[in-house]
């Protein structure tokens, strides 16, 4: 079930607040808890029945080891933290990335094992890390293991369940036990119908829109030469639609926190505006960020040992970065491709702010926008034939804009009209990313009133009418 689609709208949304409230009536929150864990399990498996037991399963043995670290001391609690980090490395690694080593070992040893072609379960990626994290922060003496009920919850809320953001126990937990949050409260429920109608429209009108010139744009790579126009057309489009993708999904889940009246912290704030790579992955996927940081970064020695032992644990972090996202060689690269940028800003240090701001924000983006190409490519091939066409100046061919606006669902226009439309559009787009307050600028100023209502409600029924073309989120992929 995606949060963008009119089951989960119409029908399971509407019933779970119904129900999250309805109990709020009774003296303990136990109740509430418990439907909220029922509710989330539901939703997690109305996409794969088959890997609910997964999940169950993950929760069950995470907790058993968190609760043995906590008990622990010592060699003993080191041993069952080692136990609990290779039960989900080899969980995730089984899932996600079997058949990438597989295919790999048989090209290398010229060996024949059999591909399993496993489907990706649901959001592993972003549980097994919060699960594992977790088990960090318990060993560490940062967290403290409660009833199994209350890390059931921690884990499964579904607003944060399939796509982050990756949370800390400590920062949820409370909130659930907070007496005062138990009850509706009609100003925190407006602002989350408020964040959740504007995640919605990104997703459904702007990003999946967007989403349809990719598909046609990589399609042309594979039957045609792609042009310098095309070339770059298609690489604005597949920057934005990622960006409003993840922005829409982001503004979702924090809305649909403020539903229940919870807070869930924002996952997404205006990267493109960044300065530099370092602050662009401050600003996107920040609960990601902050995790690699405090896993990854920080026990290879962080900052603590040198300038060239800093620029290699960041070089590292940003390859594990990576491989996180997506089990291909590409996202690998991209990885790689991202570390090489930050250490190289960590070398040239401050004097990189002689440059001035507005000419360091351009050239982040483009650095950002080429990368992108990579992130998408279904492989090096794709991708090459993309930056070929984006740096070859002397093919313009401007044709190529037609075939990837497409019919897009509109009526079949000209090709000036076409080129007109989604120049104007990426135009239009990028004056609302660099120009325009971001969704936590907007909350934080919110006020119910019949303005804001109206602006709320228009952005929704617009996004419904968009849902009969129903699409995942990126981000679900990972």
């Known amino acids: 079930m995606v949060f963008s689609s009119y089951i989960f709208i119409l029908v399971f949304l509407p019933v779970v607040l119904c ?3 309805l109990l709020s009536g009774l003296k303990n929150g136990l ?8 509710a989330s399990l539901f939703f997690y498996g109305y996409y794969n029945v088959k890997y609910l037991l997964l999940i169950v399963l993950s929760m069950l043995l995470n907790y058993v080891a968190a609760l043995g670290i906590q008990r622990s001391q010592g060699v003993r609690a080191k041993l069952l933290l080692t136990l609990g980090i290779v039960f989900n490395v080899l969980l995730i690694g089984y899932f996600k990335y079997y058949d990438f080593f597989v295919a790999n070992l048989n090209l290398l040893t010229g060996s024949s094992f059999v591909l399993k072609h496993i489907l990706l379960p649901l959001g592993i990626s972003f549980f097994t890390f919060q699960q594992l994290s977790f088990l960090v922060s318990v060993y560490r003496r940062e967290e403290k293991v409660e009833r199994l009920r209350d890390y059931c919850l921690f884990v499964t809320f579904f607003p944060q369940l399939v796509a982050g953001p990756i949370v800390l126990y400590s920062e949820m ?14 100003e925190s429920f407006a602002a989350g119908i408020y964040l959740f109608a504007m995640g919605l429209f990104k997703k459904a009108v702007i990003a999946d829109t967007l989403a349809f010139f990719v598909d046609n744009g990589f399609a042309v790579c594979e039957v045609s030469t792609l042009g310098f126009a095309g070339g770059w057309v298609l690489s604005l489009c597949y920057t934005l639609q990622i960006y409003f993708d993840f922005s829409g999904y982001s503004d979702m889940a924090v809305g649909l926190g403020r539903m229940f009246n919870i807070g869930i912290p924002f996952n997404f704030l205006s990267p493109y505006r960044s300065v530099s790579i370092s602050q662009f992955w401050r600003r996107w996927h920040i609960t990601l960020g902050r995790a690699l940081s405090t896993y990854v970064y920080r026990p290879l020695g962080g900052n603590r040992k040198g300038l060239a032992r800093t620029c290699l ?15 291909a060689w590409t996202f690998v690269l991209w990885g790689a491709w991202n570390g090489v940028f930050v250490v190289l800003e960590r070398l040239a240090g401050k004097r990189l702010d002689r440059i001035p701001g507005w000419l360091r924000t351009a050239v982040t983006f483009l650095i950002v926008n080429a990368l992108w190409v990579l992130f998408r490519a ?13 740096l070859f100046f002397g093919n313009l061919q401007m044709y190529q804009l037609d075939y990837i606006v497409g019919e897009a669902g509109y009526l079949n226009f000209p090709m000036v009209v076409d080129c007109v439309y989604i120049l104007g559009l990426i135009a239009g787009l990028l004056f609302l990313v660099f120009r325009c307050k ?7 100023q919110f006020r119910p009133s019949g303005k804001t209502l109206a602006a709320a409600a228009l952005l929704f029924c617009t996004a419904c009418l968009c849902l009969s073309r129903e699409s995942v989120f990126i981000y679900f992929n990972f």
């Open 438 to 444: 971001n969704s936590a600028e907007l909350l934080a």
């Open 378 to 390: 279904d492989g090096f091939a794709q991708a090459a034939e993309v930056y070929r066409a984006m």
């Open 19 to 21: 129900g999250y409230y």
């Open 313 to 327: 644990n960041l070089f590292l972090t940003f390859l594990v970065s990576g491989l996180w996202h997506g089990a």
């Open 173 to 186: 937990m409370p909130q659930f036990r907070d007496e005062s949050r138990r009850h509706f409260d009609s």
């Open 31 to 38: 109740w509430q808890r418990l439907f909220l864990i029922g």
